[in-house]
């Protein structure tokens, strides 16, 4: 059974630094293009980042620079490594597994861990 | 960047009700086009995929269609777990992978 399980989340103050993790089970990460997924309390979604199987790697011009997307493959693990937190990066954040069949869609999402940037 | 527009907004229906929600790229985006339905404290779940797709295990009271620019989300017969938020969102032309702004159903 697919599982992704993030963890990581909590309250930081602007300018300070955060690292999200997702743990999954049931395949392999490394195999699949993953992303992280946010959501802003009340509000829509947004993509922040993807990792392709091939390494490479893409950001949202709002977090470009100061996110970093990575991967252990020991550990079955993405993360996301956020630095210089701002208040608008408050949000739920979920990891999701990438699929192409057709089209590029998100088949497995994680619970959401939430990121409260305040002073 | 493709800008993904989605309405109504919020809409109110009644248990076995048709509701339709549409989605409208800012350009062509083929049939590269997929619809999630979230409800309150939970991560989006996957419905509808290249445009037409049901997912598996979705109920076929789902439906989605259209390309290019202008697609359609249907539920042939609201059911009470049907009250949620829906989003679609394009990968045509990635990174980066947009979202509609969400349409919210709720109870009438």
């Known amino acids: 059974e697919v599982q992704l399980v993030e963890s990581g989340g909590g309250l930081v103050q602007p300018g300070e630094s955060l690292r999200l993790s997702c743990a999954a089970s049931g395949f392999t990460v490394s195999t699949y293009y993953m992303n992280w997924v946010r959501q802003a309390p009340g509000k829509g979604l947004e993509w922040v980042s993807i990792?392709?199987?091939?390494?490479?790697?893409y950001y949202a011009d709002s977090v470009k620079g100061r996110f970093t997307i990575s991967r252990d493959s020991s550990k079955n693990t993405l993360y996301l490594q956020m630095n210089s937190l701002r208040a608008e990066d408050t949000a739920f954040y979920y990891c999701a597994r990438g699929l192409t069949y057709s089209s590029s869609y998100f088949d497995y999402w994680g619970q959401g861990t939430l990121v409260t940037v305040s002073s | 960047d493709i800008q993904m527009t989605q309405s109504p907004s919020s809409l109110s229906a009644s248990v076995g009700d048709r509701v339709t929600i549409t989605c409208r790229a800012s350009q062509s985006i083929s049939s590269y086009l997929n619809w999630y339905q979230q409800k309150p404290g939970k991560a989006p779940n996957l419905l509808i995929f290249?445009?037409?797709s049901l997912q598996s295990g979705v109920p076929s009271r789902f439906s989605g269609s259209g390309s290019g620019t202008v697609f359609t989300l249907t539920i042939s017969s609201l059911q009470p777990e049907d009250f949620a938020t829906y989003y679609c969102q394009q990968s045509y032309s990635t990174p980066p992978l947009t979202f509609g702004g969400g349409t919210k159903v709720e109870i009438k």
């Open positions: 990792l392709y199987s091939g390494g490479s790697t």
């Open positions: 290249a445009a037409s």
